[in-house]
């Protein structure tokens, strides 16, 4: 037996073999991971001599892959996801057949056979001979999990025992992928039938290629010395070809690299950068891997900065990565781990050519603090493109914490900052008792050394509030931990239409159903699950400006405007009028917690300007019955069957029984039949704003000034929707579909033509055995332009009072125990039934007076900015009383001007002055000039969140300074100079500045 030594151990260094050793001697995952592993490659080389190897891999060769989206073509079920039940549905080789775990029907067969280019069957794509390859290849060289593949196992056994076997079979996997590798063209479900349109190679869509590739390099840089490396590629022997193991292998590193043929367009040839999403920083993850176990120098150089770049600009002050969606965050966190780790290894030995990754603050609240901070009763927040969060039950989600345990070992191990290694030491000591089960799933679990646990740190879930102030994410959380998440961010990549949408959490379960996205581009996601109207939102003018193909409307961010924190009461309001246009759009979200452990919501939801607003609500992703209470059906309007035919003004063709959208969705998230017109995919409907897919409609008149709806779930909830309706709302309910149309939703629209629009409803969650119910919602006279107030019976004897208005007024209520004066925009009371002041708030109010009781509030005073340290990202304001909840701060230009919201480490006021240091830091983003003439700045760093950076400041480091007039395109900036900057200087983006205004929240 001899000692594996790595080429350079870019990945895993020489001592991570001795790392692992120490795992497995210390821990029971690490000894059960180790020997799971040695079953599993031993199992392998018996099952698989390396001849069979190559017959089976090269029988790919000229044959399609699939991950077989279109389902089965008997039953027309989709195939199941799990990898389980996906394991037991393929044949062994030499069998390319699968058997459909549905109708057990098994193909290809006689009457559909496939030669391994598949075939067309009922105007549909199928592919089973594709899927086989795609699991077969998958499982040996690593796939669309992110999972590792055979290869990358036999590797690690190879690497902790020396023994040649296992480096001698990997390297004949290697070996014979490389030689069909060049010239695939990836799955073949995304294109038509029989395109030859590059997607990616063997299985591998586009991005994923990259994913692996960096496995592939790992494995190549410890098997680098194998003996057979120089002799002739028996794969390519076999398919006539000359070159040795080694040239093959390397032939495969170096194809389809700096670019992506079927993903988003990007080149990283001179260190380009173009966009910064995830698809071009795992093409630099892999540019890193190939250019250090190739000695690929400029490979090397520029992904170096282009890290340095990533971290700066796709992820922003508040530690969140641009794309819209937090899934993407995740998944993302993963990819730029590997990216410093790589940059680190690559810079090594260099002079100081980019700050070091894991220094990065920013980075380091990006992959371990936000995850822990953004979690919804456990549950990852599920806004955006990703999976349906159906999970019920408050744990918190075992995935993101193993993960966020993974990242939080790399900063442990390579960050040169003590203090960061602290915390990092910290989060491991409270993860790890509750993820120690999962760890030994990646090499790196095994390869890095896990510290003993010296303190005793315990995990809890994150109570209050969390608001990242610049990708405009608020989450509520009350006494009984139900949840609200509001979003007023601008609109990126994987966002959905979902501006001021609620994502309502109780009892572990997303009330609010977000439908979420499974496939790019399909007709569910284009065309209805992203849309507004999908979301517990207020649709404007029926989004009658959205063009073909657009997913959502171009938004650069609202505001958050206020925040309020008691045991009694969390609200928060936002406004976002820029969405549309408008002199008002905004909502404020409160959240009542019970005494049975339920809690009530409350919504106020106020536009000014529109022609038509849609208030749309839906509940529960199970099954689900509404009713309404308080209304009288109208007369059924012809052309009224989905909601695009309301109005009556377009006879549109899918607007009759049977041919709506929502009837018509099925597998693979496309239409069934696809009529006339209707593409498959990357198509929308004329209007493009998902009213098509709500069908069944029926119209009501209210009958009462409180309408309930009430949502009877299957699984035992209960949610009744309150609303306070004016005489001429239009109360419309509907069935929408799930993304495969596999089930139907009810959904209910209050439709308003009024100029000015003022929604109020109480939304109250229950469980069958929940005793308290709210009651008798009754509106109250006021005094006072454009206010609302109710009052509201629930339980126990308790009568809560509420009044909201848009603007600071006073407001004049009248109740039954006499006027209740609020000064300012929202207050609330709490009396019982002889009217007996038991709580209240002063939501956003300078004080409130109630029978003769006076009940001061908070002032919101402005403070000029005196001073700034960039360096403490601290800044300095007249002394004053500091709030004791001093968790935000807004910064703003003037005191008129929209401002920008900051997370506050620490805060304190002396004689002299106060001073407020944030924990966000102070650069929204930063580059390197390319040129700047006539007012147009060109820098190298591409800006993903330019869209929001209108009149932000341009800070060089050598003495340039503008203000930006406008992001024109990713890497172009029209500024007005202040002072003239230089070719090759870096400069920073900030929202701060002394003579700002800053202001609590
Ligand atoms: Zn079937
Ligand atoms: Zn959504």
Redesign the pocket.
């Known amino acids: 037996m001899e000692t594996p030594v790595p080429k350079l151990g870019f990945y895993f260094p020489q001592d991570s073999v001795a790392a692992a050793w120490l795992n497995i001697e210390t821990y029971e995952w690490a000894k059960h991971r180790f020997e799971k592993l040695q079953r599993i490659c031993n199992t392998f080389l018996a099952q698989y001599p390396d001849e069979k190897i190559y017959q089976c891999i090269l029988s790919m060769h000229s044959q399609t892959f699939a991950y077989g989206i279109s389902g089965?073509p008997?039953?027309?079920?989709s195939f199941p996801y799990s990898q389980e039940i996906q394991n037991r549905m393929f044949a062994p080789f030499p069998n390319k057949q699968l058997t459909?775990p549905?109708?057990?029907?098994t193909m290809p067969d006689e009457k559909l056979s496939d030669e391994g280019q598949g075939f067309m069957h009922d105007g549909m794509a199928y592919y089973p001979v594709g899927m086989w390859n795609f699991h077969t290849a998958g499982w040996l060289l690593g796939g669309v999990r992110d999972h590792e593949g055979m290869v990358t196992k036999l590797t690690y056994m190879y690497m902790l025992t020396g023994e040649q076997k296992y480096a001698c079979t990997a390297t004949a996997i290697l070996d014979a992928f490389a030689a069909i590798y060049p010239g695939t063209l990836g799955p073949r479900d995304f294109t038509p039938f029989d395109s030859k349109a590059e997607m990616g190679r063997l299985h591998l869509l586009t991005s994923i290629v990259y994913r692996i590739k960096v496995f592939l390099a790992q494995n190549y840089d410890w098997l680098y010395h194998f003996e057979d490396m120089e002799t002739p590629s028996p794969a390519l022997v076999l398919m006539g070809e000359p070159g040795t193991i080694r040239d093959n292998i390397e032939r495969m590193l170096h194809d389809y690299m700096l670019t992506e043929p079927g993903g988003p367009v990007y080149n990283l040839a001179d260190g380009n950068l173009t966009e910064l999403h995830n698809h071009e920083a795992d093409g630099v993850r892999a540019m890193l891997a190939v250019g250090l176990v190739t000695d690929k120098k400029e490979y090397c150089d520029w992904g170096i900065r282009a890290t340095d770049a990533f971290l700066s600009n796709a992820v922003g002050r508040d530690g969140m990565y641009f794309e819209g969606s937090y899934g993407y965050s995740m998944f993302t966190i993963t990819v730029f781990l590997d990216m410093a780790l790589l940059s680190m290894r690559a810079a090594s030995g260099e002079p100081q050519s980019a700050p070091h990754p894991f220094a990065n603050e920013r980075f380091f609240r990006f992959a371990v603090q936000n995850p822990m901070e953004m979690l919804c009763q456990g549950h990852l927040p599920c806004y955006g493109d990703w999976g349906a969060d159906r999970i019920c039950g408050q744990k918190p989600d075992i995935k993101a914490l193993t993960d966020t345990y993974r990242a939080a070992l790399h900063f442990y191990h390579f960050s040169p900052e003590i203090n960061i290694r602290k915390e990092a030491s910290n989060w491991l000591d409270r993860l790890y008792p509750l993820i120690c089960g999962q760890l030994g799933d990646k090499g790196m679990d095994l390869l890095l050394q896990h510290p003993s646990r010296t303190q005793s740190h315990s995990f809890s879930l994150p109570t209050g509030v969390t608001i990242a102030g610049q990708a405009g994410i608020g989450i509520l959380r009350d006494a009984n931990e139900t949840t609200a998440l509001m979003r007023i961010g601008a609109n990126h990549t994987h966002a959905h239409d979902d501006v001021l949408g609620l994502n309502y959490y109780a009892y572990g379960k997303e009330i609010s159903a977000d439908l979420g996205y499974g496939i790019y581009g399909s007709n569910s996601h284009f065309g209805w699950a992203a849309k507004s109207i999908a979301h517990n939102a207020v649709v404007v003018n029926e989004d009658n400006n959205m063009k073909k193909g657009q997913l959502y409307k171009s938004f650069a961010g609202g505001e958050f405007t206020f925040l309020y924190r008691s045991p009694t009461v969390t609200a928060y309001e936002g406004q976002a009028p820029a969405l549309y246009g408008l002199d008002a759009y905004q909502r404020m979200i409160a959240l009542v917690p019970l005494p049975d452990r339920s809690s009530y919501l409350i919504d106020f939801f106020y536009i000014r300007g529109a022609r038509t607003c849609d208030y749309s609500f839906r509940a529960f992703h199970e099954k689900s019955a509404l009713t309404l209470e308080g209304v009288r059906k109208t007369e059924k309007v012809k052309d009224s069957w989905t909601l695009a035919g309301v109005e009556g003004e377009a006879r549109f063709y899918f607007n009759q029984p049977g041919k709506s959208f929502g009837e018509r969705l099925t597998t693979g998230e496309t239409f069934s039949p696809l009529l006339k017109g209707e593409k498959a995919q990357y198509w929308t409907p004329v209007p493009n704003n998902g009213y098509g897919f709500i069908y069944d409609i029926c119209e009501y008149k209210p009958q009462l000034a409180c309408v309930k709806a009430r949502w009877q779930s299957t699984e035992g909830y209960e949610l009744i929707w309150h609303g306070l309706l004016d005489a001429d709302d239009r109360v419309i309910t509907g069935q929408c579909p799930n993304l495969e149309g596999t089930e139907h939703h009810p959904l209910l629209v209050i439709r308003s033509h009024r100029h000015v629009k003022q929604y109020a409803a109480l939304v109250h969650t229950t469980k069958k055995q929940n005793s308290l119910r709210v009651t008798h919602l009754q509106r109250l006279p006021v005094r006072g332009g454009e206010t609302i107030a109710f009052s509201a019976e629930v339980g126990d004897g308790q009568i809560d009072f509420w009044a909201y208005s848009p603007t600071e007024q006073t407001m004049l209520i009248r109740t039954r125990f006499g006027e209740w004066r609020v000064e300012g925009r929202c207050g609330f009371v709490r009396t019982d039934q002889t009217g007996k002041i038991l709580t209240h708030a002063c939501i956003h109010a300078t004080s409130m007076t109630f029978q003769g009781i006076k009940m001061p509030g908070k002032k919101s005073i402005w403070f000029p900015i005196k001073a700034i340290d960039h360096k403490k990202r601290a800044i300095r304001l007249d002394p004053h009383l500091i709030p004791d909840d001093a968790d935000f701060i807004r910064i703003a230009p003037s005191t008129d001007a929209p401002a920008a919201l900051y997370a506050v480490k620490e805060a304190y006021s002396r004689k002299d002055s106060a001073t407020v240091m944030l924990r966000d830091s102070f650069s929204l983003s930063k580059g390197i000039v390319a040129s700047c003439e006539k007012g147009m700045l060109r820098t190298q760093y591409p800006l993903p969140l330019g869209a929001a950076f209108q009149g932000k400041l341009i800070r060089g480091e050598r003495g340039g300074r503008g203000l930006v007039e406008e992001v024109s395109d990713l890497k172009s900036i029209r500024i007005r100079v202040l002072a003239p900057f230089s070719q090759g200087e870096a400069f920073d983006i900030t929202d701060i500045e002394e003579g700002y205004w800053a202001q609590w929240l």
Do not use: A, P, Q
């Not at 008997?74 to 079920?77: A, D, I, M, P, V």
């Not at 549905?102 to 029907?105: E, M």
């Open positions: 089965c008997y039953c027309r079920k459909c549905n109708c057990s029907r």
